[in-house]
């Protein structure tokens, strides 16, 4: 059973630009969050998708936006990038009889 | 105020040893679930161990348990016979809200760096 897909693995911006990064949960896997780690801040939720709605959303500004497809691929939107925004994006799935969230490897987004 | 905190930054353990990373969390919520992750440098987060609020017993899972002191409010991982592939970070967090409909919401520890010696 293929795990949690993130793409791309690497990718460098530049200030002002937009970046789309993209999960692909568990087959079967309906649950999509997405996570923010950075040294600085740690680990920070930004924001979760069930069944193509958002359903819980962190304390991030509205520059970071998502959405999931209906075969529960979700997509994650940061648009004028900051220098702040360089962080390792983590995305996890989770299904419906599972307890425990799965993570992908994560995107490493850096903005100089 | 911090729901979780782990207050030590980096541990060292020698080789076959065991080890106890500690975890504290607050919350008001009844129901909730406590995970233990691992994060090797290549990034991933690796699920470890689970406990519920309402579990009566300790988790353990193959060399991991978990000392859940509900009244502390604490949720150490005992990792024991420890092995130099178990050098990495290590994450507390917890989900508030009962299964099975709580959401997929983690809120994260600041970690501890787990470095363990030949």
């Known amino acids: 059973k293929a795990g949690v897909t993130q793409t791309p693995r690497y990718l460098i911006k530049t200030r002002g630009q937009q970046v789309t990064l993209s999960c692909s949960p568990i087959?079967?896997?309906?649950?999509v969050s997405w996570y923010q780690q950075t040294p600085g801040q740690g680990l920070q939720f930004l924001f979760e998708y069930f069944s193509e709605t958002q359903r819980n959303k962190g304390n991030f500004p509205g520059r970071f936006s998502g959405r999931q497809f209906s075969n529960s691929r979700s997509e994650m939107n940061v648009s004028t990038l900051e220098l702040g925004d360089s962080a390792l994006y983590l995305c996890?799935?989770?299904?419906?009889?599972?307890?425990?969230?799965?993570f992908g490897q994560g995107t490493r987004l850096t903005v100089v | 105020a911090q729901k979780i905190t782990q207050t030590q930054p980096g541990m060292f353990v020698q080789e076959k040893e065991a080890v106890t990373l500690d975890c504290t969390y607050d919350t008001s919520d009844p129901s909730y679930g406590l995970f233990w992750y691992k994060q090797p440098s290549s990034g991933e987060m690796i699920f470890l161990i689970y406990?519920?609020?309402?579990?009566?017993q300790n988790a353990t899972e193959g060399r991991y348990s978990l000392n859940f002191q509900k009244a502390r409010k604490s949720a150490n991982l005992v990792i024991s016979a420890s092995q130099l592939g178990d050098s990495a970070m290590y994450f507390c967090a917890m989900r508030e809200g009962g299964l099975p409909h709580a959401g997929n919401m983690l809120t994260f520890g600041g970690g501890t760096r787990l470095m363990v010696k030949p």
């Open positions: 996890a799935s989770r299904g419906p009889v599972n307890t425990e969230a799965f």
């Open positions: 087959s079967g896997h309906r649950s």
């Open positions: 406990q519920g609020s309402y579990d009566q």
